[in-house]
């Protein structure tokens, strides 16, 4: 599996929009790239996945570029609740193991 | 529908000790996994079941851990003579075949080895 990485903490203002960066610059062309969070001491929560295409939903956007050594996980308008950590990981199409890195602890900001 | 449960959401136990962790996936899923997470640490995984059989055991940090899943549904965790360096988050998540499937996470069992 690809390894990502991720800044280790991030702040945001209550109401902005909030980017995460990851880098997936080894990712192989049958791994999607997912976003998961883990808001404090609950397991984590999926968000969203692509393949190459940006996607959308109604929890957030992911922005993958077209070489797709990296994307941005988009919270359009950050809220408190919003806090947490947030994991991407590059997950094979047919391999089933799955490893989280220590993903970014996101902090909304008053 | 019922989300992941496991269960018990708190264990206190003995070095020492036997436990036993349950994981309740959703219903259908046939993929299930658990995760580790010690105080202030990322998802360290354990292993992974595709119905009854186990493909990828590769995360059992020792002999002490094993696990099972009967009837393709519910998982049991045991985890034998307790150290302390085991006290930490256990997580349990199903997914709908493995893979690139979202996988669902259950609330956890915190384990503590006094």
């Known amino acids: 599996d690809a390894k990502t990485t991720q800044p280790p903490s991030m702040d945001c203002a209550e109401g902005r929009a909030a980017n995460l960066p990851c880098n997936h610059s080894t990712i192989s062309g049958n791994e999607y790239v997912y976003w998961y969070r883990q808001i404090h001491s609950q397991g984590p929560q999926y968000i969203i996945h692509g393949l190459k295409n940006n996607e959308t939903n109604e929890m957030a956007s992911l922005i993958i570029t077209e070489d797709r050594k990296s994307s941005t996980l988009i919270l359009p308008h950050a809220t408190l609740r919003d806090t947490a950590v947030y994991y991407c990981?590059?997950?094979?199409?047919?391999?089933?193991?799955?490893?989280f890195g220590p993903g970014t602890s996101l902090s909304v900001i008053p | 529908g019922a989300g992941v449960s496991q269960s018990p959401s708190n264990k206190v136990t003995e070095k020492g000790k036997d436990v036993e962790l349950r994981c309740d996936p959703i219903?259908?899923?046939?993929?299930l996994y658990w995760y580790r997470q010690s105080l202030g640490q990322g998802l360290e995984f354990l292993i992974y079941f595709q119905g009854n059989s186990a493909p990828d055991k590769s995360g059992l940090p020792s002999d002490r851990f094993s696990a099972e899943r009967t009837g393709g549904s519910v998982s049991t965790l045991t985890i034998q003579r307790t150290q302390q360096e085991d006290s930490a988050v256990y997580l349990c998540?199903?997914?709908?075949?493995?893979?690139?499937?979202?996988?669902?996470f259950g609330p956890g069992t915190r384990l503590t080895v006094l």
């Open positions: 219903s259908g899923h046939t993929a």
């Open positions: 998540a199903s997914s709908a075949s493995g893979g690139r499937n979202t996988q669902y």
């Open positions: 990981i590059a997950v094979k199409t047919s391999y089933d193991k799955v490893i």
